[in-house]
């Protein structure tokens, strides 16, 4: 089974394909964490629809059948107007895809999902050591957008 976990940022798109097997290996694809910076010549109806298109396609390259999306938190100080309206983009394509399973939550939902507590997950993505059971290579290297992308991914395997 393969998910996809999806990080919004205003301006580009975080996402990250995970993979579990019949042995339940759990592998990260080829690409690890990969992006799609969004076309700023574009209105923002074409910007939605290129973003939307751009998901299904990827969709269906990987054949993903669970998703997650890391939303913006319920307590943020502040908030952009653009990430939500793409999360809603998303959130609709995967309800309207081939797309099995999916979640839409914030770092306490992917915690519950991986099966760890919400600070030590939060702690791992600022910091440079990934959660005590997860072996991830170069974690120190990525950003925390990266970071949850990819996590994401990984609890969407559970759902």
């Known amino acids: 089974m393969k998910a996809i976990g999806i990080r919004v940022m205003p301006k580009e798109i975080y996402y990250t394909v995970a993979e579990i097997d019949e ?7 080829e690409e690890g964490v990969e992006k799609v910076i969004l076309p700023i010549a574009l209105d923002v109806p074409n910007r939605l629809a290129f973003i939307r298109q751009t998901f299904i396609s990827i969709i269906n390259e990987f054949e993903i059948e669970n998703a997650g999306i890391r939303v913006v938190e319920s307590v943020a100080k502040k908030v952009s107007i653009e990430r939500m309206n793409i999360e809603g983009v998303i959130q609709e394509l995967l309800a309207n895809s081939t797309v099995k399973n999916y979640f839409v939550g914030t770092i306490s939902t992917i915690a519950k999902h991986l099966s760890v507590k919400s600070t030590d997950l939060s702690e791992a993505f600022k910091s440079n050591e990934p959660l ?7 974690w120190s290297s990525l950003k925390k957008e990266e970071k949850e992308s990819l996590m994401t991914a990984l609890a969407a395997l559970n759902i």
Do not use: A, F, L
């Open 23 to 29: 042995n339940s290996e759990i592998s990260i694809g």
């Open 132 to 138: 005590e059971d997860y072996d991830i290579d170069d």
